[in-house]
């Protein structure tokens, strides 16, 4: 049994990070589906910019909808649009089959947004609602600013992939946010059944302290920020203040492992996913680490409910100098900045695509 169904069985989705049209039209992500036990998928900004700027695929629904007047932003989200919700379909039967809590896929919200909680929460409703798929989360950042729009959108019955958090407490600030999105549906008598997931990003950690630290912990500050997460996610799954939500028909927001490329060429290319095996959780990875880990990857022992050595592992980072909560608010801060640079790059990509092909006649 490859270790994708050897994951899938011990109970984590494997999600794909990654999206282009050839995926779906050649018949690869029905194969991934098929063989290799994925049940979703993610996409961003830089996705969606290397597939249209790197092949011809998207060329005709660009002439058609700029020959419509459509460019920007609006352009983007129907191109956008057309490969998720075609994604969707293809991941249906696995978000019937269990009963919302799988086979979902992923758009963002423009970042342009970011500080208006009202605007990102309309803007998510419209997305959702020309998607026309159940299964379709509306991606929004876990940042401060973020926070409100999370608990406004899930107050308004819209599925949320909460991105950008990286250590324990932005986890919480989401996990709450969300929490208190559904107890609101309850205080009004709507239905609680409203799905979400919260993505924590890994591998930045390593990649922010590579050559500042021992070379014994180079590797593990990733996976020990995400134990310490993972318990504390345990731990609120148990929570009085949760079971009586899942008395009155909510579901758990699940834990999402993201950034678990490895990065370190001298590591292990399943490092982060072998590491963060763990049930009710998902791991949404990229293309070349989904084939590695099919390849020649192998499950090892589950991850503890109580964390592991976590917090003996990130005392030993911070004897090393290592300010852990400074690193989490600055990986995210450079996280959304780059989210921002993504979308402008995405953007200009679109303007010199169109300009090119109306060139070409």
């Known amino acids: 049994m490859k270790a994708t169904q050897q994951l899938h069985a011990a109970g984590q989705s494997l999600w794909l990070d990654n999206i282009t049209r050839s995926l779906l039209t050649g018949g690869t992500l029905s194969r991934y589906i098929a063989e290799l ?3 979703g998928l993610t996409s961003n900004p830089t996705i969606f910019d290397h597939a249209i700027k790197n092949s011809h695929d998207y060329d005709a629904a660009i002439r058609e909808r700029t020959a419509a007047g459509l460019s920007g932003e609006a352009l983007f989200f129907e191109l956008a649009l057309e490969d998720l919700t075609r994604a969707a379909d293809l991941f249906r039967p696995i978000h019937q089959a269990t009963n919302g809590v799988d086979g979902w896929v992923s ?7 970011a500080y208006d909680a009202k605007s990102t929460v309309a803007a998510a409703r419209d997305l959702h609602a020309r998607a026309g798929r159940p299964n379709l989360f509306i991606k929004i950042p876990g940042t401060a600013e973020g926070i ?8 308004a019955g819209v599925p949320v992939n909460v991105t950008l958090l990286f250590s324990r407490e932005q986890y919480v600030a989401a996990a709450q946010a969300y929490i208190r999105g559904i107890e609101r ?3 009004a008598g709507l239905n609680p059944h409203v799905g979400s997931v919260a993505s924590v990003f890994v591998s930045r950690w390593d990649s922010a302290v590579t050559g500042k630290v021992p070379a014994e912990l180079q590797g593990r500050l990733g996976i020990a920020m995400a134990q310490r997460t993972y318990k504390t996610y345990r731990d609120l799954l ?11 028909g909510a579901r758990s927001q699940r834990l999402l492992w993201a950034s678990t490329g490895t990065k370190d060429p001298k590591a292990s290319d399943v490092l982060y996913v072998k590491s963060l095996a763990a049930p009710h959780s998902v791991n949404t990875m990229p293309e070349k680490t989904l084939l590695a880990l099919a390849d020649h990857g192998d499950v090892g022992p589950m991850l503890p409910h109580d964390g592991g050595d976590a917090e003996e592992v990130l005392d030993r980072f911070a004897q090393a100098g290592v300010d852990l ?4 608010a600055e990986l995210q801060r450079d996280g959304a900045a780059a989210f921002v640079a993504s979308w402008k790059e995405l953007l200009a990509c679109l303007v010199d695509k169109s300009t090119s092909l109306k060139k070409a006649g």
């Open 148 to 155: 409100p729009a999370i608990e406004e959108a899930i107050f």
């Open 238 to 248: 148990a929570s009085d203040r949760w079971l009586r939500l899942l008395n009155v």
């Open 325 to 328: 909560d400074a690193l989490a």
């Open 185 to 187: 549906r309850v205080a």
């Open 107 to 113: 758009l963002e919200v423009s970042p342009n947004l």
């Open 37 to 39: 036990s994925v049940t």
